[in-house]
């Protein structure tokens, strides 16, 4: 697509719920990223994918963060048992692989957890 | 590892008036830095980038940056501001290799009074 897509853009899931995120990237782009922005904060790096290489999940904050791409297409994260820390904004970028070039960012999904 | 501050939490400007947010970073080489906006409810826009080369970036919507390799410093400028850039501004620095990840700032919110 000509954009990075995100849905839901808004999600409120009750305390011990699972959830799942999908990212669709730029047709082409060969790496995708999460990121978390929690409120009053930067931008967290959660994990990186690129191509078919094993993902870089140094990012993730906790074993209930869990996330799948599938070669090169849509991408899901999934966050089991949510607690009230994990409400914030899931931003999602993909880009051409080639350094920075095409970084490109989602809107973001808002998760607020009740 | 990586880091960077925005000094500035909130910044007001009259309309009109020049505008220049902080940024400073803490890289063991040459960094990848990157300003970006995000207005309510968006993603993140790229201002404008520095990899290498011209110290003085120009980039959209009027703004320009300067990288200042002494002082570990990438200050965005704009020489007259206006309404519409009332949003929230992010400094980010990419490491070289290691799947380009972003770093980035806690963000200045930026308010322009009429």
């Known amino acids: 697509g000509a954009g990075v897509s995100q849905s839901p853009s808004n999600k409120v899931t009750e305390k011990g719920k699972d959830v799942e995120l999908r990212c669709d990237p730029i047709s082409g782009h060969t790496a995708l990223y999460w990121y978390r922005q929690r409120l009053g904060q930067g931008l967290e790096f959660l994990i990186y994918f690129q191509g078919n290489s094993a993902p870089d999940k140094s990012g993730l904050p906790s074993d209930r963060f869990s996330a799948e791409r599938t070669g090169e297409s849509v991408s899901t994260l999934t966050i089991q048992r949510t607690q009230q820390e994990d409400s914030a904004v899931y931003l999602c970028?993909?880009?051409?692989?080639?350094?920075?070039?095409?970084?490109?960012f989602g809107s973001g999904t808002r998760l607020t957890v009740v | 590892a990586q880091s960077v501050t925005q000094p500035d939490i909130h910044i007001t400007v009259s309309e009109g008036a020049s505008l220049e947010l902080r940024c400073n970073y803490s890289?063991?080489?040459?960094?990848?830095l990157f300003w970006y906006v995000q207005s309510p409810g968006q993603g993140l826009q790229l201002l404008l980038k520095?990899?290498?080369?011209?110290?003085l970036v120009q980039g959209i919507k009027g703004f320009e940056a300067e990288f200042k390799r002494s002082q570990s410093s990438f200050n965005l400028r704009k020489p007259s501001v206006h309404w519409s850039d009332a949003a929230e501004y992010f400094c980010a620095v990419g490491s070289r290799g290691g799947g380009n990840k972003l770093t980035f700032g806690t963000g200045t919110q930026l308010k322009v009074e009429l």
């Open positions: 970028a993909s880009s051409s692989g080639q350094g920075f070039y095409g970084y490109t």
């Open positions: 520095y990899f290498s080369g011209d110290t």
């Open positions: 890289y063991g080489a040459t960094p990848y």
